[in-house]
């Protein structure tokens, strides 16, 4: 286990790396404004003016409509205001996400509120606050229940100090990082509970780290308000405009504008994310201590491609999902109210094709056994970011068959708590709630079934059982197929291009010598870090596969084009990302696919059967 500084340093790199990449635009505005010009010190008023000034600089308070005048009755009192606003600001910001990374799943799991709640709170806060900076009586209004509490009842001190934490806890609790190696560690340690030093230290560290970016931007949007003398006699101009920004940003946030306007600027940080993520010392220092905890270490017991019964301890619980389905008023399951029945808990996406391979048996499964005592929980843990959504995972349950309940394990907290790390899996648990069986990957339904139907004699001997179903086995050996190929930079594999897989790569030529079981890129194309689409018009992907079926993840709209081994084939992309098929042979063939995608449509990955 490295030690607190190793994970100090690494939290504060990734978190930089976060702060200065596109994910900061949507609060940019905001903090340059309210967080950096709303702390520079006014222009002295009337002839008094270094008196005035004097007066204002040498206070620390911040005071607003609510200060009370002590000056002469001829010249209204100049503004004193906070230096401390910028750092109060991004200490909001850092408490903020700190709290909500760690603690905020868990804490609203406990409390039986939506997972969402928390950002809809930030949004209010953001628009209250705004509303008050334009119109300050409403501010006064906000201001009251907090004058009681000492470090904010200083005379002239409560508005700017009230406006600069409570902004910043509002700005965490809506800015959502750009994903990483550090921040995913962080969210699986907080989804699960797996809260100790380490992960605190890590957390803290990336929150400082992505917030000093716009520390540095505060401070330059104040050190230009002093500068320049319009700024410093407008002060409370800037102040509507504050307000009228955090208004905008907290409409656009309903409006998923923010992440609109994030997916038009290119990554610039890809390339930087993509070292830091590959580096071995990272990847083994934000394990934060493995994947093991005491619900799940004796798994290790299961061998996963065992064909005989074992036993692999009780069955870990099924932790922080977010939704369920296909049950009565899509009320949860919980695993120990199913003592006394045979379960199968089957990890699952919806676009996997493995999964839709796999499908099948486990519905016939269910069909045939759930009167003799089995249940199915399908726990859907999402590869992609859209597959996230619930309506897309009702949908493709609907489109594969399913009908067993399914748990929405969007944060894959359930997935780590039973340290699986494949689509498919399976864990059989007999009727005494103990893990008997682990299989990864597709195939061995057959002696699946076979386990399946002894776990169920077992807890009801005598039982009469139905025919072993006879669902054809479709499994196709691996060395006859391409792997999966993803195309976004976060997770590319086999790229058979010369060019560097990045981000800051626009152009692509195809390759005279391409490699088996690779794609390629032809003309002008923006990578992300989920799918590629094309700058232009249109651009090209040549693939050299193996199988007996290709099909290929895709979104937006539009049609592509395909040259399938010198056949023409169209598909019609439409909507939200799913799987459109290339090919499907009598047999495993070799074979080369040219894909011409038109501007307009996003390229997810190629997937072989």
């Not at 000056?71 to 401390?84: C, D, F, G, K």
Request: charged content about 20%; some cysteine; hydrophobic content about 45%.
């Amino acid at each position: 286990m490295p030690g607190g500084n190793v994970l100090a340093l690494i939290g504060l790199l990734g978190g930089f790396v976060t702060g200065i990449s596109p994910c900061i635009i949507p609060v940019l505005p905001v903090i340059l404004f309210s967080g950096g010009m709303q702390s520079a010190r006014e222009a002295p008023r009337g002839a008094d003016a270094s008196a005035g000034t004097a007066g204002g600089r040498g206070s620390a308070g911040g005071g607003t409509a609510a200060a009370t005048a002590t000056a002469a009755p001829a010249q209204a009192p100049p503004r004193t205001v906070s230096r401390w606003r910028p750092y109060l600001v991004i200490a909001g910001i850092v408490v903020s996400f700190t709290l909500m990374t760690l603690a905020g799943s868990l804490l609203l799991g406990l409390l039986g509120l939506p997972q969402d709640v928390l950002r809809w709170a930030g949004i209010v806060v953001l628009a209250l606050i705004g509303i008050g900076l334009i119109v300050p009586a409403f501010q006064h209004l906000l201001e009251k229940p907090f004058e009681r509490i000492p470090f904010l009842n200083a005379a002239n001190r409560q508005s700017s100090k009230l406006q600069g934490f409570p902004l910043g806890l509002a700005l965490g609790a809506v800015y959502v990082p750009c994903a990483g190696p550090v921040l995913a560690a962080i969210t699986v340690a907080g989804s699960t509970g797996q809260i100790g030093a380490d992960t605190v230290v890590l957390t803290v560290s990336f929150a400082i780290g992505a917030a000093l970016p716009l520390l540095f931007f505060a401070l330059a949007g104040r050190g230009l308000a002093e500068r320049i003398a319009a700024f410093r006699r407008r002060q409370g101009v800037i102040r509507v405009v504050s307000g009228a920004l955090m208004l905008a940003l907290a409409a656009g946030l309903v409006l998923d504008v923010p992440a609109r306007l994030q997916r038009l600027v290119p990554d610039y940080t890809a390339a930087i994310q993509e070292a830091f993520a590959g580096s071995d010392e990272v990847q083994e220092a934000i394990a934060i201590g493995g994947l093991e905890n005491d619900e799940n270490a004796e798994l290790d017991r299961c061998d996963p491609g065992a064909t005989e019964l074992q036993e692999c301890g009780t069955a870990p619980n099924l932790r922080g999902i977010e939704s369920w389905f296909n049950t009565p008023g899509d009320a949860s399951v919980d695993l120990a109210s199913l003592r006394g029945q045979v379960v199968l808990v089957d990890f699952w996406a919806y676009s996997c094709i493995n999964c839709q391979r796999s499908t099948p048996h486990i519905n016939a499964w269910y069909d045939a056994y759930a009167d003799a005592g089995l249940e199915v929980i399908g726990v859907h843990s999402p590869e992609y970011a859209f597959e996230k959504e619930r309506d897309n995972v009702i949908a493709g349950a609907a489109a594969l068959g399913i009908e067993y309940p399914v748990a929405i394990d969007n944060q894959l907290a359930t997935w780590t708590n039973y340290r699986n790390a494949y689509w498919p899996a399976r864990y059989l648990i007999d009727a005494d709630g103990v893990v008997r069986n682990v299989h990864f990957g597709e195939g061995q339904y057959a002696e699946g079934e076979r386990m399946l139907r002894a776990l169920l004699e077992e807890a009801q001997p005598g039982i009469e059982l139905p025919p072993p179903t006879e669902t054809a086995d479709e499994t196709p050996a691996n060395a006859d197929i391409t792997p999966e190929s993803y195309l976004g930079t976060t997770k590319e594999q086999n790229f058979g291009g010369a060019e560097r897989y990045s981000a800051q790569t626009e152009v692509f030529t195809l390759p005279a010598d391409q490699p088996q079981d690779t794609f390629a890129l032809d003309g002008a194309w923006r990578l992300e870090t989920q799918f590629v689409t094309p700058r232009d018009a249109e651009a090209r992907i040549r693939l050299l596969y193996r199988g007996q079926e290709v099909r290929m993840v895709l979104a937006g709209t539009g049609t592509v084009v395909a040259d399938v081994d010198g056949e023409r084939v169209e598909l019609e992309a439409s909507g939200t990302p799913r799987s459109y098929r290339l090919l499907l042979a009598d047999a495993p063939r070799e074979g080369t696919i040219e894909v011409t995608v038109p501007a307009g449509v996003e390229a997810y990955s190629f997937t072989f059967g």
